[in-house]
Nanobody
Framework: QVQLVESGGGLVQAGGSLRLACAVS????????MGWFRQAPGMEREFVAS????????YTADSVKGRFTISRDNAKNTVYLQMNSLKPDDTAIYYC???????????????????WGQGTQVTVSS
């Protein structure tokens, strides 16, 4: 069983920054595709960013491109989401997700991921 624990959420003013972290309890962490998703009240869960294996491939949603950066530290079994220039529209619960790497994974789809964290609230005030 893989456990994911997010941290780093909070309240920030528009234009500010936060860094989310997701600690993964799995020795073979480097074999996993990691993703960040978010869900605002009354909205469907949406893809934010993903990172594959040794971080040679990253994907970022158009809505956050240029503002959010995903990274991973395989030695610490942790994936990060650096969020800059935050907007009120970024307010949501942010979830970390993981799936063991295999070919053909649709990394932007929440259905592709097997493991999820509990989520961390990010609130951006105007």
């Amino acid at each position: 069983q893989v456990q994911l624990v997010e941290s780093g959420g909070g309240l920030v003013q528009a234009g500010g920054s936060l860094r989310l972290a997701c600690a993964v309890s799995r020795r073979t962490f480097s074999n996993y595709v990691m993703g960040w998703f978010r869900q605002a009240p009354g909205m469907e869960r949406e893809f934010v960013a993903s990172i594959i294996l040794s971080a040679s491939s990253t994907y970022t949603a158009d809505s956050v491109k240029g503002r959010f950066t995903i990274s991973r530290d395989n030695a610490k079994n942790t994936v990060y989401l650096q969020m800059n220039s935050l907007k009120p529209d970024d307010t949501a619960i942010y979830y970390c997700a993981a799936v063991e790497f295999r070919g053909g994974i649709r990394v932007t789809s929440s259905a592709a991921y097997d493991y999820w964290g509990q989520g961390t609230q990010v609130t951006v005030s105007s």
